[in-house]
């Protein structure tokens, strides 16, 4: 079973940039696609971006396009998601997630492995 770390949240005022990570316990990570979402205070858990186990392929919600960038090293077993021109709406807690069926979904239910989250808070 792949365990998934996130790390890089924090506080940021609107315009700053974070950088999440996320870690996987396993090797087998580098033939998982790898999913980032976020759940906002009160909502529903929402796509962000996907990546695809090679790195080669990526897609992000219309909201955070042109913003936020999703990238991954395998040989260090960590995805990233760079995050640029931070909103307050970007407020919420990110959590990243492993599909070990390559799906390149977009859809929480397709994924196998989450953690724990890491929050993000950015002030206006």
């Known amino acids: 079973q792949v365990q998934l770390v996130e790390s890089g949240g924090g506080l940021v005022q609107a315009g700053g940039s974070l950088r999440l990570s996320c870690t996987a316990s396993?090797?087998?990570?580098?033939?998982?696609?790898l999913g980032w979402f976020r759940q906002a205070p009160g909502k529903e858990r929402e796509f962000v971006a996907v990546?695809?186990?090679?790195?080669?392929?990526?897609a992000y919600a219309d909201s955070v396009k042109g913003r936020f960038t999703v990238s991954r090293d395998n040989a260090k077993n960590t995805v990233y998601l760079q995050m640029n021109s931070l909103r307050p709406e970007d407020t919420a807690v990110y959590y990243c997630?492993?599909?070990?069926?390559?799906?390149?979904?977009?859809?929480?239910?397709?994924?196998?492995?989450w953690g724990q989250g890491t929050q993000v808070t950015v002030s206006s």
């Open positions: 997630a492993a599909d070990r069926d390559l799906r390149y979904s977009l859809r929480l239910s397709d994924y196998d492995y």
């Open positions: 396993e090797r087998t990570f580098s033939v998982n696609d």
């Open positions: 990546i695809d186990w090679s790195g080669r392929r990526t």
